[in-house]
Each structure stands twice: as C-alpha cells, then as structure tokens.
C-alpha cells in the first residue's frame, strides 16, 4: 500500500485501485458467470446476490490472494487475515437500492477502524472485483467518506435521502478496478441504472483473530487452492498464527 493509498484509505475508509484486472481476464470471469445461467438479477436485493463461484473456476480463488491485493490488505488487516464469507452482486436496470448501513457510531465490534501506534485496526473489510463499470452515471456501491470515524449515528434524514443527499457518493470504479472498503464504513448501494448488468464480486476479510459469520466459509471442494490460499480458510485464531508472507 503506498503512502497515498494509506492516506486515502484512513481518511475516507474506502480505496478505488482501477486496472487490477485486464480486460482479457474481466471477460473471461464475466464468461464463466454467464455459463451458470444463474436466474437472475431481479429487482430486489435478495435476487441480486449469487454465491459459491470458488467452486465454479480458479480463475475466481486466484483473486483470493491475487498479489496487487496480497500487501493492501496486509497494511489494513496485519498479517494473518483470513476470509470470512463472500458473494457476489449483480443488477440490471432497476434494480433496487440498498439502505445506506454501517459506521463507527453506533460501535460495532466485529466491524472497526482504529488507529493505535502509528497505525490502522480494521475489522470485517470488503473487497469488491468490479466487472463491469460502476459509477454516478450507472449505480453501485456507495458510501459517506469518512463515516468509519463518526461519532454521531448516521440520521434518519440522511438515509432516506440516500444517494440524493450531498454526503453520499457513488465512486467510479471501472471493470477491473478493486473497491476496498472497511465495513465500519456508513455504505450502501445505488439503485442500477445503466443498460449493462452490475457484476462485482465481494470478498469479505477479518482479522485472523475473529469471525464475522457465525459459519465458518469452507474452501471449494471442486477448485484445488494454493497453499497461501487455503491459510485463508483457517478458523480464527490469534496466537502463533501462520503468515500468509512467508516464502
Ligand atoms: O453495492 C455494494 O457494493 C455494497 C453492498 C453492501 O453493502 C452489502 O452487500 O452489504
């Protein structure tokens, strides 16, 4: 993570890093979504949801530890973090919104940012793959910079308002782009609007102390992981804890 990412990312509690993915392999991961012949996107949020694409290719867990992400998250989480549960979204033109949840008031233990000794404590921390473009003019993730650190709750007003209010901001994040974001964010979804379906694919990490699910997510049974890869399906646990670093 360089300096500015770090600045940025404390600072507003979300990172866009664009051209992660090339257009090749954005292509090729929307190929293997289109081969399910999955039922949807519907409209509502429930029909916007799909799950257990690590068993479908390992072109999906090579994004588990994909080395552009491997030292980000490193700066986020320490050493040691590990997958909590994953899904992906996609929308269609209409597709609903999703209220505007999260923030550091009220406190949320398993969901936080901190920063002690020089540097940053995360809890339960998202990373999306965009594989389509999303943005202001198309829908998609949003969020209220800087609400990681609140110490009021978000209002009522201000959710209802949603994207419409002046704290709410629905950043570009272009097919292969990476939006990382701490869940202790205020953040939501922006209803769909563009004529092209909405693909992200959401990896959700804690640190390797805790879990957010109340399951523990299994690693594919179909797809045969690395050995980094399969450190990430490890329970929680803090002491003597294996890095994900070492050669
Ligand atoms: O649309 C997004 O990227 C945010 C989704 C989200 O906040 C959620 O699924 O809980």
């Known amino acids: 993570m360089d300096e500015v990412q770090r600045y940025l990312f404390d ?10 993915l090339s ?3 954005v292509a090729e991961l929307n190929r293997l979504i289109d081969a399910q012949n999955l039922s949807g996107p519907g409209g509502d949020t429930n029909s ?3 799950g257990d694409f690590l068993n479908w290719d390992k072109a999906f867990c090579a994004l588990l530890d994909h080395p552009r992400l491997m030292p980000i998250l490193k700066t986020i989480l ?3 973090f590990r997958l909590d549960h994953y899904y992906g979204i996609y929308m269609r033109a209409g597709t609903e919104r999703l209220n505007l949840h999260g923030g550091a008031t009220p406190y949320d233990p398993p969901e936080y940012y901190h920063f002690r000794n020089g ?4 809890g339960l921390t998202v990373v ?3 594989l389509a473009d999303t943005g202001p003019e198309h829908g998609g993730f949003c969020a209220i910079p800087g609400s990681h650190k609140a110490n009021y709750p978000c209002p009522e007003q201000v959710k209802e308002e ?5 704290a709410v901001v629905v950043p570009s994040a272009p097919a292969g782009s990476l939006v990382i974001f701490t869940e202790a964010l205020t953040h939501g979804t922006a209803p769909w609007t563009a004529s092209h379906q909405r693909r992200s694919l959401l990896y959700k990490y804690s640190p390797g102390q805790q879990s957010w699910g109340g399951n523990y997510v299994q690693p594919p049974t179909d797809v045969e992981l690395t050995p980094r890869q399969k450190l990430l399906f490890e329970k929680p646990y803090f002491n003597a804890r294996q890095s994900l670093f070492e050669e």
């Open 11 to 20: 600072l507003r509690g979300y990172l866009i890093i664009p051209d992660v």
């Open 128 to 130: 999306s793959w965009n």
């Open 48 to 50: 916007a949801r799909f």
């Open 23 to 25: 257009s090749a392999e």
């Open 119 to 122: 540097q940053m404590y995360n």
């Open 162 to 166: 949603h994207i419409g209010h002046e």
């Open 78 to 80: 320490g050493d040691g």
